[in-house]
């Protein structure tokens, strides 16, 4: 990759990082219980998976996929991932927030153009990957400051 970093990687960068930083913030101040208390709706995700989930799409596609590195996720598992505190997920962004910069500024024109080969979507282009992970993250950043809310307001004061 590049020493010289393409101006959409630099936005990118600060727009996936910004989504993530803030849904990271959505686990602020919570119990074990409200970590963990689903949606009353079918298929709905705690805000321990959002995040779980959210962050190992992030790492998978900035940190494997774009440099060509086999994937090591298993993303079946974030989905019944529960967790006692947020100690454990605020380690993993603290040292994962550097490594996604890194990455990501590392990126050139000419990188963002290369075609990488996605675990489930094929052949896509390094900006498609920057494209998915900006949309997946903003996504669930919007999911998880709906379930914050609705933890908060179900649980009793």
């Known amino acids: ?7 959409e990687a630099i936005l990118f ?10 849904l990271v913030q959505c686990l602020d101040g919570l119990d074990e219980t409200q970590l963990n208390w689903h949606p009353p709706a079918p298929h709905a995700n705690s805000l321990y998976i959002l995040v779980v989930h959210t962050l190992g799409n992030a790492e998978e596609n900035l940190l494997w996929t774009l440099f060509d590195q086999p994937s090591q996720r298993n993303r079946e598992q974030e989905f019944v991932m529960e967790g006692p505190s947020t100690d454990a997920l605020m380690t993993r962004w603290n040292g994962l927030r550097e490594q996604l910069q890194q990455a990501l500024l590392s990126l050139s024109s000419l ?3 290369r075609e990488h080969l996605h675990p489930r979507r094929g052949s896509i282009t390094g900006l498609d990957l920057l494209i998915v992970v900006a949309r997946h993250a903003a996504e669930h950043l919007g999911q998880a400051e709906l379930t914050r809310d609705l933890v908060l307001a179900a649980t009793p004061r």
């Not at 960068?13 to 803030?22: A, E, P, Q, T």
């Open 111 to 113: 990188d963002l153009e």
């Open 13 to 22: 960068c600060r727009y996936i990082l910004s989504s993530l930083d803030r």
């Open 1 to 7: 990759m590049s020493q010289s970093s393409s101006r």
